[in-house]
T-cell receptor
Framework: AQKITQTQPGMFVQEKEAVTLDCTYD???????LFWYKQPSSGEMIFLIY??????QNATEGRYSLNFQKARKSANLVISASQLGDSAMYFC?????????????FGKGTLLTVNP | EAQVTQNPRYLITVTGKKLTVTCSQN?????MSWYRQDPGLGLRQIYY???????DKGDVPEGYKVSRKEKRNFPLILESPSPNQTSLYFC?????????FGPGTRLTVT
């Protein structure tokens, strides 16, 4: 079984500054994937970034990067140069690579507010 | 454009009236699944399908049915909806790494 913990229910950041959203995970799988999704107020789930457990380098996608520390079981999302449109709920998720169900296990989310 | 579509986007219904939420993907993905999202509980998997005619229960399957007669479609069926099924529902299909989510269906059962 997998578990995702996001300890920050809400975060505030000034426009153009960087922000880190925390995520820790627990799993007994040797091989797994970590994901971040963004959910704006309109409700859709938008995929942001993926990190495989055996990837040696931290994943980056534009202004998003994933700070992966395997020994600490953490997968923090870093958003650089925040924009007003980044205000949304952010979910960390993971999937174990054992078994046939590609179920994503989600954390409870962090509500990010970007202030002008 | 690669996408997952769901219909309807919004639905208000009454207890016991059967309904179907449709889901379709145009990416030829084999794996599809349904989630529900509730405040304080996050997203939880209802059912999943590995391929045509292959479906299985997720974490919260009670009160739901699914079918997978074609690869692109994976409808969610509520045969006798109850108020505790009021939720935001997402269909998803799996790509090489990430899962693509549909836009969501906000269901209210009164």
């Amino acid at each position: 079984a997998q578990k995702i913990t996001q300890t920050q229910p809400g975060m505030f950041v000034q426009e153009k500054e960087a922000v880190t959203l925390d995520c820790t995970y627990d799993t007994s799988d040797q091989s797994y994937g970590l994901f971040w999704y963004k959910q704006p107020s309109s409700g859709e789930m938008i995929f942001l970034i993926y990190q495989g457990s055996y990837d040696e380098q931290n994943a980056t996608e534009g202004r998003y990067s994933l700070n992966f520390q395997k020994a600490r079981k953490s997968a923090n999302l870093v958003i650089s140069a925040s924009q007003l449109g980044d205000s949304a709920m952010y979910f960390c998720a993971m999937r174990g690579f054992g078994g046939s169900n590609y179920k994503l296990t989600f954390g409870k989310g962090t509500l990010l507010t970007v202030n002008p | 454009e690669a996408q997952v579509t769901q219909n309807p986007r919004y639905l208000i219904t009454v207890t016991g009236k059967k309904l179907t939420v449709t889901c379709s993907q145009n990416m030829n993905h084999e794996y599809m699944s349904w989630y529900r999202q509730d405040p304080g509980l996050g997203l939880r998997q209802i059912y999943y399908s590995m391929n045509v005619e292959v479906t299985d229960k997720g974490d919260v399957p009670e009160g739901y049915k699914v079918s997978r007669k074609e690869k692109r479609n994976f409808p969610l069926i509520l045969e006798s909806p109850s108020p505790n099924q009021t939720s935001l529902y997402f269909c998803a299909s799996r790509g090489p790494y990430e899962q693509y989510f549909g836009p969501g269906t906000r269901l209210t059962v009164t």
